[in-house]
């Protein structure tokens, strides 16, 4: 596995690759509408294939944040959150937020197309880092240059340390010598207390009885540093939920999934697109390994690392995957994210 303080991050997509990749989206809905024109000879027909292209852009975008014109400048739709936060992982857009994001495309169109222009354009006028677009800002998207990775740091939890104060030895008090009670007794001598009068001042034993000066490396040599707390692990679902992981586990993953051996957890996955089989796929926690197995699936299972590059998983083979990449079972998908802290 990779590092656990620098994870490979890819940049923000610039703006003008994003507007060339809408276009291209764009050009791909009137090619599908142009061909139904010229095959059908029929309005109805024409604006529905227009559509159906339009819903196979949004579930491409939305499962696995690809389109067309995705694929033709190599990036990829994610939310938000994972291109500021580090440990949040790789997470694809989500069928909720692709929601918002075409449904204020398709009303753009509405202002005599030029609405829609202006929107596909409005990442060239964006003043932050990300360069988001008016539809991705308000369906909390953004998009990332596969071509172009750096590598982040994560941040350390700091453990503080503190110096503990230096004991004093405890002074009893020396018995007050008597005073003379009245006028002729001044003329007598005060009588001193006697050796046997004077309580001695107790010394601690092997101890000085003044603190000794030490070095900042002595004194904070004995203070017991509090060991950072275990990463968590989590696996995310499309729809927003999540399951902590313990480690070690085995989980079966799937649609009504069984446990296969003994000790294994049977963790059903939220499927709305029928795609996920019975048994899917199985994913083995081992210290800080992970490995996953595709339990002979009809739909297959896939494994996008955070570089964009994926990998189609061969029935029966177990494979070693890293944190924070995308597992795909048929059409539905989820991530293995660590945090580094309940807090964070």
């Known amino acids: 596995m990779s590092d656990s303080n620098s994870v490979m991050r890819c940049r ?15 050009g791909f809905v009137l090619l599908c509408g142009v061909i139904a024109a010229l095959l059908g ?50 997470l694809p857009a989500g069928m909720g937020r692709i929601l918002v ?8 169109t509405l202002a005599l ?24 800002r308000l369906a909390s998207l953004g998009c990332v240059d596969i071509h172009q990775r750096v590598e982040a740091l994560e941040e350390q939890p700091v453990v503080s340390r503190q110096i503990p104060p230096v ?23 005060v009588p001193m207390p006697t050796a ?26 004995s203070v017991p540093v509090t060991p950072p707390e275990k990463p968590q692990t989590f696996l995310f679902f499309e729809d927003g939920s999540k399951r902590t992981l313990s480690v070690p586990s085995s989980l079966i993953l799937g649609r009504k999934p069984a446990p296969q051996q003994t000790g294994d957890i049977a ?11 019975r048994n899917h796929a199985r994913i ?6 992970i490995w996953i197995t595709d339990l002979a699936s009809t739909n297959g299972t896939r494994v996008l690392d955070e570089s964009g590059e994926e990998t189609e998983l061969e029935p029966n083979v177990r494979t070693r995957m890293h944190v924070g990449s995308r597992i795909g079972l048929g059409d539905m998908g989820c991530s293995i994210i660590t945090s580094k802290s309940r807090r964070r």
Not at 212 to 219: A, D, G, K, L, Y
């Open 196 to 221: 046997k009068q004077v309580s001695p001042v107790p010394m601690p034993s092997g101890k000085p009885m003044y603190p000794v000066r030490t070095t900042v490396e002595q004194q904070t040599a």
């Open 267 to 277: 963790l059903a996955v939220p499927d709305h697109t029928g795609t996920v089989s």
């Open 101 to 108: 994001k075409y449904c204020v495309l398709i009303g753009s």
């Open 167 to 189: 004991p004093m030895p405890r002074m009893q008090p020396t018995p007050p010598v008597p005073l003379p009670k009245t006028v002729a007794d001044v003329s007598k001598p």
């Open 12 to 26: 923000p997509a610039g703006a003008g690759k994003q507007c060339a990749a809408a276009f291209v989206d764009c």
């Open 113 to 136: 197309v030029i609405g829609l222009i202006a929107v596909i354009c409005s990442p060239l006028f964006a003043k932050d880092d990300l360069h988001q677009g008016w539809a991705d």
């Open 41 to 90: 000879h029929n309005i109805p027909v024409t604006f529905l294939v227009m559509l159906e292209s339009v819903a196979v852009l949004a579930i491409g975008e939305g499962s696995r944040g690809l389109t067309p014109g995705n694929m033709m400048f190599g990036l990829r739709t994610v939310r938000v959150e994972g291109m500021r936060d580090v440990t949040a992982g790789t």
């Open 284 to 289: 083995e926690l081992v210290d800080d390994q």
